[in-house]
């Protein structure tokens, strides 16, 4: 069963960029698709960006498109999230996921089980 640790998160202006990281400490990338997901207090976890299984799909959430950026190292098992631009509504925990065998849009509109989750990174924009 594949492990995902988080790194990343943090404090932040409106305005600024921030990238968030995720590793596969246990097994690896390969054939799961993989993706990040957002969730704010009292609000469901929202899908921000996901990658399909042989990188070949991407989709992104519509509040996020043409601000952030999904990318995969496969050499370093990692996956990353390029935020720029962000805003108060950016502010929320992200948590990397993973699922096997999937493209980028069952990722997005899949459901949330089935999906292999890091612990989450919290970050926080002010104005």
């Known amino acids: 069963q594949i492990l995902l640790e988080q790194s990343g998160g943090g404090f932040v202006q409106a305005g600024d960029s921030l990238r968030l990281s995720c590793v596969a400490s246990?097994?690896?990338?390969?054939?799961?698709?993989t993706g990040w997901f957002r969730q704010a207090p009292g609000k469901e976890r929202e899908f921000v960006a996901a990658?399909?299984?042989?990188?070949?799909?991407?989709a992104y959430g519509d509040s996020v498109k043409g601000r952030f950026t999904i990318a995969r190292d496969s050499a370093k098992n990692t996956l990353y999230l390029q935020m720029t631009s962000l805003q108060l509504e950016d502010a929320a925990r992200y948590y990397c996921?993973?699922?096997?065998?999937?493209?980028?849009?069952?990722?997005?509109?899949?459901?949330?089980?089935?999906?292999?989750w890091g612990p989450g990174t919290q970050v926080t924009v002010s104005s």
């Open positions: 246990r097994g690896t990338l390969y054939g799961y698709a």
């Open positions: 990658m399909g299984w042989n990188e070949s799909s991407i």
């Open positions: 996921a993973a699922r096997r065998w999937a493209d980028a849009q069952r990722m997005m509109v899949g459901g949330l089980n089935g999906n292999y």
